[in-house]
């Protein structure tokens, strides 16, 4: 099997420098398993990595879609597939980095996501009732057929609640138990998963310093530009945080105070949603940096051991 190294972990826990190191150290190439990165014009609100942080490391699946493109867990497959042709051609290793556990969890064990086509009358007729009745009525039909996926899927989370219900209704049993039976699959690739964590209290003081770092950085400026370029929170793109809540707050829903607040509490939410994940995850190999008196060296010397351990570099 062919070489793979994840680095993942929860949002603002410091992945981006670590790997920065770690794709320097064992010759590698940076993908992106970021759901918005991928998007061009989203680069404060993303948290994207900018040309001159590279520090000369190749990055892949960043700034390759524009906000109103279809971007989904297939689409991240074949572009990783594409990716990973050329990073293996050129003798390098490839770096999977980024907080979207499904994605990497897709590429690692290569999981079937298109044995069923899509039934578009059934999605039209689930999307009419969250435009009519609202995301919570939509997941509460998702709770009662499948209450292992709508643990799994946010409530806002329309797409995958969509998607979810879908599949039940076109084969009568519930996507958890495809998605199961798919995690059951052996990975694909000779590969170290590793998930960088810290304090849960640290975790979310560096998410508030986060967020005020991207308001001082011209958050409002880079929503309000987008749109006037035409998006607007039925696209996908803008539910991501830090885009749905400034836009609520341009439409007059909340303050902007408010605005923030949410941001800053969704994010939390978000970050230990993705703990859960990773958790339920095998073979995870977890970097709790305080173990390491958060020494960036001590803890890139861990991951070079652990890789050539297992044989990985």
């Not at 578009?120 to 039909?141: F, N, P, S, W, Y």
Request: glycine letters at 6%.
């Amino acid at each position: 099997m062919k070489p793979m190294i994840v680095l993942t972990g929860p949002t603002a826990v410091g992945k981006t420098k670590l790997s920065i190191a770690l794709a320097k150290a064992v010759n590698g190439e940076i993908i992106s398993a970021d759901s918005m990165q991928v998007y061009r014009y989203m680069d404060i609100g993303s948290a994207k990595i900018m040309p001159q942080e590279m520090d000369g490391v190749p990055h892949h699946l960043i700034d390759i879609l524009d906000p109103w493109d279809e971007f989904n867990v297939v689409v991240f497959q074949n572009r990783c597939k594409e990716c990973l042709k050329g990073i293996y051609e050129r003798g390098h290793i490839p770096v999977v980095v980024g907080g979207t556990g499904f994605y990497i969890q897709a590429l690692l064990r290569d999981i079937d996501f298109t044995e069923n086509e899509a039934n578009t009358e059934k999605r039209a007729e689930l999307e009419q009732i969250a435009a009519e009745q609202g995301a919570e009525v939509l997941h509460d039909m998702l709770r009662k057929v499948d209450p292992v996926s709508a643990e799994m899927i946010h409530a806002n989370n329309i797409k995958r609640t969509v998607r979810a219900l879908e599949y039940y209704y076109l084969t009568g049993e519930p996507i958890s138990s495809h998605n199961e039976r798919e995690r059951e699959k052996d990975r694909a690739y000779n590969s170290c998963y590793f998930v960088l964590n810290d304090d849960r209290q640290k975790l979310y003081d560096r998410i508030e310093v986060r967020i005020d770092e991207m308001v001082e950085s011209g958050l409002v400026e880079e929503v309000k530009k987008l749109r006037d370029m035409g998006c607007d929170r039925s696209m996908v793109s803008m539910q991501g945080l830090g885009y749905k809540e400034i836009l609520a707050w341009l439409d007059g829903e909340t303050t902007f105070e408010e605005a923030i607040e949410i941001l800053k509490r969704d994010t939390r939410h978000f970050a230990k949603r993705q703990l859960t994940w990773f958790r339920r995850e095998e073979d995870v190999i977890w970097v709790n940096k305080d173990e390491f008196g958060y020494d960036e060296e001590k803890i890139l010397g861990f991951l070079l051991m652990k890789l050539r351990e297992q044989g990985v570099i």
